[in-house]
């Protein structure tokens, strides 16, 4: 046999599984590679949020129901965006009220994305869309404000105060509608007014001087009360202690004309021991220890002194 005719099995059987290997590999490396493709390649859409499917920056796709979805590898991209309600803090702000007062005003909006193709096609990116949110809160709540005094904005008892919010919320919503941006604000609120520091001293001055005022008029109010309590206690007292006299007066004329009476009757039964003691009577008002009494010695009265009684 010619050399050239001569074949070396065991380098042949030493070919053959080293090729299958080969194969193998390939064929499990290629399986790899497509199982990849396909798991970096599925999203999955939950409760609350939107999908958006771009393809070199054009929308493709935008998935609201919840499930697993797939994109084109290497082509398409994926942009979440949320589906609930979000709030957004706006930034305080000082403002001019309709009486020249300066305030500041803070606060915040409730809202939640409606149409997610409008806000990137016209927004680009949720914060653009919340930057310009915020422009028009700013906005509609510098003119609306600036039609309102002062104490109707800070005072809750004021009717404006509600429809003030209720008119923000829907010239927002107007602005936002008519620039396309996919949003809607559901409420706009007043978190908190405060005045500039700068004015607040002042503000607390004024505030002292007219309750100082209120006091006073308070004071002048109960002095004036209580002098006309007092004028009208004084006069019933008064008519009470003329009364009380008067029926003492009658009381007592009335004691003196029984008393007169009693006397009389009294008396009327011995003249004489009336006259005596009328008599006796007289000499207690006028005659003293410093009184000297000349009398002739056959003087009734002496002879009373002397004991004589006959």
């Known amino acids: 046999m010619s050399k050239g005719k001569v074949i070396d099995m065991e380098k042949k059987r030493t070919d053959i599984p080293f090729r299958k290997w080969i194969k193998t590999g390939i064929v499990i490396l290629i399986t790899l590679l497509l199982l990849f493709l396909i798991f970096t390649n599925i999203f999955i859409v939950k409760e609350g949020e939107y999908k958006i499917v771009r393809q070199f920056g054009e929308i493709k796709r935008v998935i609201s129901d919840p499930g697993i979805h797939i994109k084109v590898p290497f082509m398409q991209t994926v942009t979440t965006l949320p589906k609930y309600q979000m709030t957004l803090d706006v930034e305080q702000s000082e403002i001019n009220t309709k009486d020249k007062k300066r305030m500041i005003i803070d606060n915040y909006a409730i809202w939640k994305i409606e149409d997610p193709e409008s806000l990137i096609i016209n927004a680009r990116t949720m914060e653009s869309a919340e930057a310009r949110m915020e422009e028009f809160v700013y906005s509609v709540v510098r003119s609306e404000l600036g039609q309102l005094n002062y104490d109707e904005i800070i005072n809750d008892e004021n009717s404006s105060r509600g429809s003030l919010n ?3 919320t829907e010239q ?3 602005l936002l509608k008519k620039d396309q941006y996919g949003i809607v604000v559901s409420d706009v609120r007043i978190k908190r007014t405060d005045l500039p520091a700068e004015n607040e001293q002042s503000v ?3 505030m002292i001087s007219e309750r100082e005022s209120t006091a006073q008029d308070y004071l002048s109010q109960g002095d004036a009360e209580k002098n006309k309590i ?14 009380a006299k008067a029926d003492a007066e009658v009381i007592r004329s009335e004691g003196e004309g029984e008393a007169a009476q009693i006397y009389n009757e009294a008396f009327s039964k011995d003249p004489e021991f009336y006259r ?4 006796l009577e007289s000499y207690k008002k ?4 410093q009184t000297v009494i000349i009398l002739p010695s056959n003087s009734p009265y002496a002879r ?7």
Do not use: H
């Open 166 to 168: 209720d008119r923000v």
């Open 304 to 310: 009373l002194l002397q004991g004589y009684v006959e």
């Open 286 to 289: 006028t005659i003293n220890d």
């Open 204 to 206: 607390y001055t004024r």
């Open 276 to 279: 005596l003691f009328r008599t």
């Open 230 to 243: 007092m004028a009208e206690t004084d006069r019933e007292y008064q008519e009470m202690i003329s009364k």
């Open 172 to 174: 927002v919503n107007e």
